[in-house]
Nanobody
Framework: QVHLVESGGGLVQPGGSLRLSCAAS????????MGWYRQAPGKQRELVAT???????NYADSVKGRFTISRDNTKNMVYLQMSSLKPEDTAVYYC???????????????WGQGTEVTVSS
């Protein structure tokens, strides 16, 4: 079994900051790309940011310059530092990881349960 558990969501005023964390645990051999996605009410899930095991990052245009993704490979964790938050950033944020569980096994995608971020005054 593999589990991804997010934390750090909450209510923040426009212009504020939040830091999301995601911990991967379980039977894990290698973690490849990790990332954050979000889903606002009535909308499809969308990519926010991804980071490879080597540290290469990719961001949605809507968050570039405001959000920073990072990871700690020694702890199997990924983070999302969010600054200058806007009401349109309100969504449930999901952690994603592409993981190989054991030698010879295929790589699979895993998702966390999500953490809610609300940006409102």
């Amino acid at each position: 079994q593999v589990h991804l558990v997010e934390s750090g969501g909450g209510l923040v005023q426009p212009g504020g900051s939040l830091r999301l964390s995601c911990a991967a645990s379980g039977s894990i051999l290698n973690i490849y790309t990790m990332g954050w996605y979000r889903q606002a009410p009535g909308k499809q899930r969308e990519l926010v940011a991804t980071i490879t095991s080597g540290g290469y990052t990719n961001y949605a245009d809507s968050v570039k310059g405001r959000f920073t993704i990072s990871r700690d490979n020694t702890k199997n964790m990924v983070y999302l530092q969010m600054s200058s938050l806007k009401p349109e950033d309100t969504a449930v944020y999901y952690c994603h990881a592409n993981i190989r569980r054991r030698i010879g096994a295929p790589r699979d995608d895993y998702w966390g349960q999500g953490t809610e971020v609300t940006v409102s005054s």
